[in-house]
């Protein structure tokens, strides 16, 4: 199976303009997943495999934080790596966001290299 | 003037970073605008130690022409997609303000964005804000990104 990317936002707008810019960025990716919150995103991987998340952190339903925290509980999950998207690019929110296991973060707005500058180490 | 300065830095980085359309700022509107008609407002509530909201009000067709070129395809009516993208963008300016105002001491909470449309609808300013509205002009027309901070 070819690599496989998840994007969790509640705007469908971030979803399609993420989509773009990883093809943009010339990210090699098979298969793009979608999901609208964390929850969305759990009961969509108990049966897909993906190789990485891209995250939104303020989400409705389950945020960002959530998905982090309820996913490193996860055997199955809690090793595939998370790069947080968001507008809320502040330090304190990417700390916590890093100490929940994030592995990377990417402020909007944004533009394809600065995708494939932080997707680049982890792919 | 801070206000007015962090709103153009802000709106204008998101134009020339994800949406590729040139837009200038104008001279903060003074008068009190509420009434908006056949148009669409993005909103964001701020919460926590400043409270307020974030608001852009943009004609139809400017709303149309942004998130056709925000999603790269051609947009000939208000639908979904221009509501969330408005929203988006809503949040994106509301995401740098917060930014700001966080770095300056405050401590503030962003809501998840709203979007309002429709032939003719108000929206009122909150009792006892500083309100400042700045017009960008792009192609297309005109719009306004309206910050309410309350004092």
């Keep these: 199976m070819g690599k496989r990317v998840l994007i969790i936002d509640d705007s469908s707008t971030m979803r399609k303009i993420v989509s773009r810019s990883l093809r943009q960025a010339g990210l090699d990716f098979d298969e793009i997943l979608e999901a609208a919150d964390g929850q969305e995103a759990l009961d969509l991987l108990k049966t897909e495999k993906v190789d990485l998340i891209l995250s939104d952190i303020n989400m409705p339903n389950m945020d960002g934080m959530e998905f982090l925290r309820q996913k490193r509980e996860i055997d199955a999950i809690k090793d595939i790596p998370v790069v947080m998207i968001t507008t809320e690019g502040g330090a304190d929110i990417i700390g916590e966001a890093k100490e929940l296991g994030a592995a990377g973060s990417v402020k909007k707005p944004f533009k394809p290299e600065t995708i494939s500058d932080v997707l680049g180490a982890l792919i | ?151």
């Design chain 2, 1 to 151: 003037m801070e206000l007015q300065k962090h709103i153009t830095d802000a709106t204008t980085e998101i134009f020339e970073t994800m949406i590729m359309l040139e837009i200038s700022a104008g001279d903060p509107v003074v008068e009190k605008i509420n009434n908006f008609k056949c148009s669409v407002s993005g909103v964001i509530g701020l919460a926590g130690t400043c409270k307020g909201i974030l608001a852009i009000h943009l004609p139809d067709k400017v709303a149309m022409s942004i998130t056709g070129s925000f999603l790269g395809m051609e947009v000939t009516e208000v639908d979904d997609d221009v509501t969330d993208a408005i929203g988006e963008l809503a949040n994106m300016v509301a995401g740098n303000i917060k930014m700001i105002l966080d770095e300056a001491g405050k401590d503030v909470t962003l809501s998840i964005p709203s979007c309002v449309h429709g032939a003719e609808y108000t929206l009122d300013t909150a009792a006892d804000c500083e309100r400042v509205v700045v017009p960008f002009n792009l192609e297309s027309g005109q719009f306004l990104v309206e910050l309410q901070v309350k004092n």
